[in-house]
């Protein structure tokens, strides 16, 4: 089904999707019910059925939202040249500027346990993701520019733990660019991560 698919006048799939993402992150997606989300639109349960097939298409079309856009920023990251921590530092910002733009999205990856196929499924891609960034701390760590004493999965995990931290205290403010948060958790991340 694509996002262009219309059925009950007021809502199509995107808005749809966007009041069961913030549903599932306010309740836990166990916890949100076909119910829940029919009250919460106003509308029967059969009309949210012309958009999705499932609860679980929904869970599937919000975090693919967000690891689509994590796996955006690695392709061109690593489609990119240059040293290791400098495309590792574009990974950072890049990702950042993804939980930004899709904060709901994030937000509801992040808490997912494994629980159904389409959260096992996103777990799988997230550790996909978290061997990309492991092997380019592994290259900038072979380059001299990393820190040599600490694993590189170890360096990755505390480093995207810093950026996934972001969903629990970051809100959006009017006026301030994403630039500016990327900006304080590449120096606070990388000052302390570059070899001196």
């Not at 899709?102 to 891609?125: I, M």
């Amino acid at each position: 089904m694509t996002g262009s698919r219309r059925g009950r006048p007021g809502y199509d799939q995107e808005s749809l999707l966007l009041v069961a993402v913030k549903l599932f992150n306010e309740r836990g997606y166990d916890g949100t019910s076909m119910e829940d989300l029919s009250r919460k639109l106003g509308i029967t349960k059969s009309a949210i059925y012309h958009h999705v097939r499932s609860k679980e298409e929904l869970l599937r079309l919000a975090v693919d939202r967000a690891l689509d856009g994590l796996f955006a920023v690695a392709d061109e990251v690593q489609a990119g040249d240059g040293r290791a921590i400098d495309r590792l530092e574009r990974l950072v910002r890049g990702s950042v500027g993804v939980l930004v733009d899709r904060l709901p999205f994030v937000t509801l990856l992040l808490r997912v346990r494994g629980n159904t196929k389409v959260e096992r499924s996103a777990l799988a891609r997230r550790r996909e993701f978290d061997r990309i960034v492991t092997d380019l701390v592994t290259e900038a760590a072979a380059e001299g520019d990393v820190r040599p004493d600490v694993d590189p999965a170890v360096t990755s995990r505390l480093l995207f733990g810093l950026v996934n931290s972001l969903i629990e205290w970051y809100r959006p403010r009017g006026g301030q660019p994403d630039t500016a948060l990327a900006d304080a958790v590449c120096a606070v991340a990388f000052d302390g991560l570059r070899r001196r």
